[in-house]
């Protein structure tokens, strides 16, 4: 439930000085009132040393709110540490997120390296899409949360950090913790403080958002005109501020400086074509073979990156590329 503390959240506790003063620094334009309230909020807890968990469905700005949250929040002056859990194969998360040794794992790189989650040190760590996790990660981040030190892959050294944590996700995770795929006490640990984002459809000052994009982008309000704003308003965006802000600098480029943008810039967006009736191309064709032959080499090799790269009789970058290119694809 957006706006509410979770129970008995878990703080990091560390020598950083905080305080009840609210944060002084300006919040992002979201576009509504209900999320500004409640962002405010967020921004209290998270001065106070909470852990604040975005909710919100793809593109409506979670990474946006880290970021500010960061810029607001006790140890701005270190480093933000961001880590999309989606977008790396499973079996490398958690290398990724706790560090290593040299030696840890196959392909392990030589002379080790410290992870994420100590890359953060003294600043934020935002791991987004903390849906996507499996359980064993989840059950090692717990004891990270619960202890305040970091284990690398491969040691028994524990290392002390002191850091802020964001989290975001696109899942339900009640619902989640409901259906066994989510640990239910790492949930209110990452939850100090629950920021849900509304989609962009139900935000109710639109011209806002459009407004800052085109500031952004170093043009005026102008180069909208109020006719084009009922549609663009009236358009569902299910890729929410994202495809709102892809859109606009697509009708910027193809209009060209200090012309009025029409609908026709925008045509993609208002869905006149139907590409997803086309039949697929040979390239479509020729990437679903290859990811099918990486899950099937991956089985054979039982899960191991490094032999089924030489299975592939390719490098273990390119199919680490490979790896993150299959779980960027749209779903079918």
Same mark, same amino acid.
């Given at each position: 439930?957006?706006?509410?503390?979770?129970?008995?959240?878990?703080?990091?506790?560390?020598? +950083?000085?905080?305080?009840?003063?609210?944060?002084?620094?300006?919040?992002?334009?979201?576009?509504?009132?209900?999320?500004?309230?409640?962002?405010?909020?967020?921004?209290?807890?998270?001065?106070?040393?909470?852990?604040?968990?975005?909710?919100?469905?793809?593109?409506?700005?979670?990474?946006?709110?880290?970021?500010?949250?960061?810029?607001?929040?006790?140890?701005?002056?270190?480093?933000?540490?961001?880590? #999309?859990?989606?977008?790396?194969?499973?079996?490398?998360?958690?290398?990724?997120?706790?560090?290593?040794?040299?030696?840890?794992?196959?392909?392990?790189?030589?002379?080790?390296?410290?992870?994420?989650?100590?890359?953060? #040190?003294?600043?934020?760590?935002?791991?987004?899409?903390?849906?996507?996790?499996?359980?064993?990660?989840?059950?090692?981040?717990?004891?990270?949360?619960?202890?305040?030190?970091?284990?690398?892959?491969?040691? #028994?050294?524990?290392?002390?950090?002191?850091?802020?944590?964001?989290?975001?996700?696109?899942?339900?995770?009640?619902?989640?913790?409901?259906?066994?795929?989510?640990?239910?006490?790492?949930?209110?640990?990452?939850?100090?403080?629950?920021?849900?984002?509304?989609?962009?459809?139900?935000?109710?000052?639109?011209?806002?958002?459009?407004?800052?994009?085109?500031?952004?982008?170093?043009?005026?309000?102008?180069?909208?005109?109020?006719?084009?704003?009922?549609?663009?308003?009236?358009?569902?965006?299910?890729?929410?501020?994202?495809?709102?802000?892809?859109?606009?600098?697509?009708?910027?480029?193809?209009?060209?400086?200090?012309?009025?943008?029409?609908?026709?810039?925008?045509?993609?967006?208002?869905?006149?074509?139907?590409?997803?009736?086309?039949?697929?191309?040979?390239?479509?064709?020729?990437?679903?073979?290859?990811?099918?032959?990486?899950?099937?080499?991956?089985?054979?090799?039982?899960?191991?990156?490094?032999?089924?790269?030489?299975?592939?009789?390719?490098?273990?970058?390119?199919?680490?590329?490979?790896? +993150?290119?299959?779980?960027?694809?749209?779903?079918?």
């Amino acid at each position: 439930m957006s706006g509410t503390p979770a129970v008995t959240p878990t703080a990091w506790r560390s020598s +950083a000085t905080f305080s009840n003063s609210p944060p002084i620094r300006s919040a992002p334009c979201f576009g509504d009132a209900r999320i500004e309230i409640d962002f405010a909020r967020a921004q209290r807890a998270f001065h106070a040393d909470l852990p604040v968990l975005i909710t919100g469905e793809t593109g409506c700005g979670k990474e946006v709110a880290a970021r500010a949250l960061h810029t607001s929040g006790p140890r701005t002056e270190g480093p933000l540490v961001t880590l #999309n859990c989606a977008a790396i194969p499973s079996e490398l998360l958690a290398a990724e997120l706790f560090g290593h040794v040299e030696g840890a794992y196959t392909g392990a790189r030589r002379g080790g390296a410290e992870g994420k989650i100590e890359a953060a #040190n003294g600043g934020t760590l935002f791991l987004d899409e903390i849906g996507d996790t499996s359980l064993h990660l989840q059950a090692a981040l717990l004891r990270v949360l619960d202890a305040r030190e970091v284990i690398r892959l491969g040691e #028994n050294k524990a290392r002390p950090v002191d850091l802020c944590l964001v989290c975001a996700t696109h899942h339900d995770l009640h619902l989640a913790v409901k259906h066994g795929r989510f640990r239910e006490d790492l949930l209110y640990r990452i939850a100090g403080y629950q920021l849900h984002l509304l989609p962009l459809r139900e935000r109710s000052n639109f011209d806002a958002i459009l407004d800052t994009l085109l500031a952004q982008a170093g043009e005026t309000p102008s180069r909208v005109s109020s006719e084009l704003r009922l549609v663009l308003r009236s358009a569902q965006w299910p890729g929410n501020v994202r495809q709102l802000a892809h859109a606009l600098r697509r009708a910027l480029a193809l209009a060209g400086p200090d012309v009025k943008l029409t609908a026709e810039d925008f045509e993609t967006v208002r869905g006149r074509s139907s590409p997803q009736c086309a039949p697929p191309s040979a390239h479509d064709l020729m990437r679903k073979a290859q990811f099918r032959a990486i899950s099937d080499a991956l089985q054979v090799c039982g899960g191991n990156v490094s032999e089924a790269a030489r299975l592939l009789g390719i490098g273990r970058a390119t199919l680490y590329r490979k790896l +993150a290119e299959r779980r960027a694809e749209p779903p079918a």
